[in-house]
């Protein structure tokens, strides 16, 4: 393995490799609200359970909607999402219906949650714990339901193939998933 020769770049560097989701949230009216939040993650709750970890700055929509319901979906972005994700990144619902480009949704069938018919895999969560930090509020969620593409074929976990669910990885930048470069301990 070859040495790589670093500087010190402070600390304003803040690239971070995340991958893309849309969270679905019910507004106050029952209409639903999306929008694209890059700051997900997980940690181990107990046995094998995970919860999924979301982070939310400012005071969005989807935000507030979280905090008052409890409830979400997690859509993923595919690159072929990433027209959608970026028109509902670039309109505030506080502007008006980001109707201005087409998309269906369904209802989550464990949660009553808006869906993104397009996201090859959804998480459908309740909120099970929050942290706040400044401006920013950390949901630590249940999965109450898994939807994945059935055209997806996976064992389990470590069976997932990221280039078939093609997803849009942010770092200041969107990026995609070229190659499958192998499972772990088949590389020694």
């Known amino acids: 393995m070859k040495t790589v020769k670093k500087k010190s770049a402070g600390t304003h560097f803040s690239m971070c490799v995340q991958p893309s989701f849309i969270i679905?949230?019910?507004?106050?009216?029952?209409?639903?609200?999306?929008?694209?939040?890059?700051?997900?993650s997980v940690t181990n709750e107990k046995?094998?359970?995970?919860?999924?970890?979301?982070?939310?700055?400012?005071?969005?929509?989807?935000?507030?909607?979280v905090i008052r319901t409890g409830?979400?979906?997690?859509?993923l972005v595919s690159t072929d999402m990433l027209e959608l994700m970026d028109y509902l990144g670039t309109h505030r619902a506080e502007d008006g219906k980001k109707d201005g480009m087409a998309y269906s949704v369904s209802r989550g069938e464990?949660?009553?949650?808006?869906?993104?018919d397009a996201s090859r895999w959804v998480y459908e969560c309740e909120v099970a714990q929050s942290?706040?930090?400044?401006?920013?509020?950390?949901?630590?969620?249940?999965?109450k339901n898994i939807q994945i593409d059935e055209r997806l074929a996976c064992e389990d976990t470590f069976d997932i193939d990221l280039t078939q669910l093609d997803?849009?990885?942010?770092?200041?930048?969107?990026?995609?998933?070229?190659?499958?470069l192998g499972r772990i301990g088949q590389l020694q």
């Open 110 to 116: 464990a949660v009553d949650v808006p869906v993104l």
């Open 167 to 180: 997803p849009v990885i942010y770092s200041g930048m969107y990026h995609s998933i070229g190659r499958l």
């Open 47 to 65: 046995d094998s359970d995970y919860l999924l970890i979301i982070s939310m700055a400012g005071t969005k929509r989807t935000k507030q909607n």
């Open 131 to 143: 942290v706040e930090i400044g401006d920013s509020v950390t949901f630590f969620c249940r999965i």
């Open 24 to 40: 679905g949230t019910n507004n106050e009216d029952g209409t639903y609200n999306f929008a694209p939040i890059t700051w997900v």
């Open 71 to 75: 409830m979400l979906s997690v859509n």
